[in-house]
């Protein structure tokens, strides 16, 4: 008993569920008929997965279809489908809607024919479908009055009156249906990108290949060799090839593979993604008259017969690729973590040592001077750091050099040997050119088997072996508390005191001393006090004092200035009066003028603030009138010269 309540109630459910079906299809077609042409073809047209066009009012028929993730025109050719011109024909449908309707039985009655309306040879038949269930549409002739066109409906029953715009979006031209984009695998995907250079016949048959890969690092050639890759060139390039548009597709039927040279391509692009690539041949140029500026290959995507044209400047730039895509940057170390820079050439060394406090320190070692360690520029050393770790290949020397390359390139005897130790590491640059070249400069690093070429120029000016030019710019700073209480200028060939002032009691600034001193003065003299309380130079000529700046063995530049003052430094009872001195030559230039101090035993030149307020001070040239508003004193006219007389003729004299 019990079992056959049971198979009651399955049977009563089957029943049940077949109703609700049967109710749920008189909906759909309730609502269909009621909500007019939209909801008729609505849900086909958003499940829709291949969408054919053909009629009178297209060249050739067209087949689209959907895989999943994007259109493709699959015929009259195979080609990614503009998502702009599918998705407006796709919106045009779905919202379609009629400006009225009639039944063909309708129609019939008055004695008319689909023949009247454009319907039995359509300007365009359209089959939208989804797997195995398609509807069919078919589109007439237009209306007599405005812009609209005849419509046969899905089941061939009744004809609407349609707006224009829906025909116009799905007789689209072919070219604006294409999609121009040729790379579609996205920028962040790509983790490779693969050249294949068809070599010159006169090489050989041998194709150049080159390789770049991504690491957790950046980029790497993985062929023609290891090396690593410039990341943002590589960027660059990879954003460039995704970018490029097709110039002009080519019809299929006109297309000679030998004459496009794609039969046997001269490059070979291809963009390597997640399990997945795509590889752009490269054939000819494109004949081009002399009126055409823009050069263009012919080019087709491997496995895809469609050719197009492509704009050759980014594919000419990629035959360069093994050096254009190369990391040009080659010395690579933590400049926190340097503990000494050597700079050596033959017998002649420099060490920039790095110091516990945080300080650098120079020291000189040749055979004449001994060791001689002095405090280091700061500005100097973070610059020469900054310039180490910023070199640049301006090109590839060699790759693989063999002991004959590095002699035959100047590396047995370099220009320059820099040791940087880095801790328990030891990193080595050297700089050599033949005794022959006069203009090129390679650089070598231990760290490397390659050899660069770099700046000549540039590369050994950053580097100078001139121990002076590291050292400290700053000569001396008095204590914060040291006072200066007098300053004097004199001209040491005359004699002359060109200014002495003395700070007195009442005075407890500079400022008020010099209150009656002309502005200009006054202002080149506070210059110089301050020069004084922390002497700067520009650069150190000769590490020793002399009574005469020495040009060379023949010519000498006497001492033209001594700038003296008296120093007041504080004592445990007393202030301890001290002297300062330096003396200066007559300047060179508007910015060049030599100085010397035989205090700290050494020669330099004086930076151009100093050097303006001594010219200030010492300067005899007397301004023009009108630079102090004076009158400008009138010219002096000038007794003509008498014509010269006609010869033998006698020249009458002026009487006394």
Known sequence: MRFKFTLFLLALN????????????KTEQANSQSG????????????????????????????????????KITAPMQWSANYFAINRMLNQLQFLEEEASFSIAEIKQTGQTLADYGLDEPQLHLTISHKDESIELSVGTATEIGNNFYLLGPSKKDIFVVNSQVIESLLVDLGDLRNREIFNIPVFEIDALSLQIRAPEAVGNTDFRVRVARTNNGWIFEAPLTAEADATQVANTINTLTAAKVIEFKEQEASDPILQGLENPTMRVTLHGNKRQQTLLIGNKVPTTKDEKTSTYFARIEDNPTVFTVAAAPFDKLREAEEGL??????????????????????????????????????ESNAETGIQPRHADPEIIAKLIDDLKNLRASSFAVDSPTPTD????????????????LGDEQSTLQLAHPESENEKLYARSDKAEYIYTVDRRSTLQTIPLNAAYYRKRTLETLPEAAKIKSI??????????????????????????????????????????????????????????????????????????????????????????DTRSYVFAKRFSGTVQVGASSLHNVIFEIPQITLDALYTLTDDMQPPPEASNQPIPEEQSITPVPEPAPTGAVVPTAAP
Do not use: C
Request: proline residues 3%; negative net charge; hydrophobic residues 40%.
């Open 406 to 421: 590095l002699d035959r390139l100047g590396f047995n005897t370099p220009r320059r040997s820099i040791k940087l130790s």
């Open 488 to 577: 004097q200028l004199e001209n040491l060939s005359t004699g002359e005191i060109i200014f002495s002032h003395t700070l007195k009691d009442e005075d407890l600034i500079w400022l008020k001393a010099l209150s009656d001193t002309p502005e200009v003065q006054q202002q080149a003299i506070l210059t110089l006090l301050d020069a004084i309380r922390q002497f700067k130079v520009k650069t150190y000529l000769i590490d020793g004092y002399q009574d005469a700046y020495s040009l060379d063995s023949e010519t000498t530049r006497p001492w033209l200035y001594r700038l003296s003052a008296e120093i007041l430094l504080p004592g445990d009872e007393t202030d301890r009066s």
């Open 326 to 363: 190369r990391e040009r940057s080659f010395m690579s170390f933590a400049p926190a973590a340097l503990t000494s820079i050597d700079l050596s050439e033959g017998d002649l060394q420099i060490r920039l040592q790095k110091l516990e406090t945080g300080s650098w320190q120079v020291i």
């Open 36 to 71: 007019g042409l939209s909801a008729m073809i609505g849900r086909e047209v958003i499940e829709a997965d291949r969408i054919e066009l053909n009629g009178k009012g297209l060249d050739t028929p067209r087949i689209l279809e959907y895989d999943g993730s994007s259109w």
């Open 14 to 25: 089957v029943i049940t569920f077949g109703l609700i079906l049967s109710l749920n299809k």
